[in-house]
T-cell receptor
Framework: NAGVTQTPKFRVLKTGQSMTLLCAQD?????MYWYRQDPGMGLRLIHY???????AKGEVPDGYNVSRLKKQNFLLGLESAAPSQTSVYFC??????????????FGQGTRLTVV | AQTVTQSQPEMSVQEAETVTLSCTYD???????LFWYKQPPSRQMILVIR??????QNATENRFSVNFQKAAKSFSLKISDSQLGDTAMYFC??????????????FGGGTRLMVKP
């Protein structure tokens, strides 16, 4: 039972380079999310998706793009990496059975360093 | 928008003792979920306990229990009989369920808990 899998787990980028983080879930969840974790700030929502082909901005979307071409995958792209994007990135997915039956499942995180 | 505040950046407790982590939140919503997540050094986010706002009874999960004060917008986590494996970062989180807009979590800044032998 894989759950939520993120690729890669670690990456070092030079300023201006681009990269894509991949998130895959095998639980048939409708909702998927990308968060970033910074010291003292908890996790903040970057973008999210409520279904295949849909995406929406979260709290800190600038500098990132996302795509959800398949229900099980949610990609996070950095077109031109900046040192301020050094962070740990988490993908999560959740089901929705009714408003009072939901839980989020997280991947193991990706530590990204931009130098 | 919702905000979640954890006022204790770091805490420590002796093994086998009890510790309480604080969390306050601000919202105008009446129905919502509150969560405590544990993040050990492995970075994995682990759900510890959750509370539905419409339930008056405080949630419990083995050694973990919450004190949910809806009027005061307070949601503290009590860990009884602390174990070395409880050493981790703990995050408080808020969620208002949306049927078509996703179930986004709003996190506090976290409390780093160290259990000492």
């Amino acid at each position: 039972n894989a759950g939520v899998t993120q690729t890669p787990k670690f990456r070092v980028l030079k300023t201006g380079q681009s990269m894509t983080l991949l998130c895959a879930q095998d639980m048939n969840h409708e909702y998927m999310y990308w968060y970033r974790q910074d010291p003292g700030m908890g996790l903040r929502l970057i973008h999210y998706s409520v279904g295949e082909g849909t995406t929406a901005k979260g709290e800190v979307p600038d500098g990132y793009n996302v795509s959800r071409l398949k229900k099980q995958n949610f990609l996070l792209g950095l077109e031109s990496a900046a040192p301020s994007q050094t962070s740990v990135y988490f993908c999560a997915s959740s089901y929705y059975r009714d408003p009072w039956d939901t839980e989020a499942f997280f991947g193991q995180g990706t530590r990204l360093t931009v130098v | 928008a919702q905000t979640v505040t954890q006022s204790q950046p770091e805490m420590s407790v002796q093994e086998a003792e009890t510790v309480t982590l604080s969390c306050t939140y601000d919202t105008s919503e009446n129905n919502y979920y509150l969560f405590w997540y544990k993040q050990p050094p492995s970075r994995q986010m682990i759900l510890v306990i959750r509370q539905e706002a419409y339930k008056q009874q405080n949630a419990t999960e083995n050694r973990f229990s919450v004190n949910f004060q809806k009027a005061a917008k307070s949601f503290s986590l009590k860990i009884s009989d602390s174990q070395l494996g409880d050493t981790a970062m703990y995050f408080c989180a808020f969620m208002k369920p949306h049927d078509n807009a996703g179930n986004m979590l709003t996190f506090g800044g976290g409390t780093r808990l160290m259990v000492k032998p």
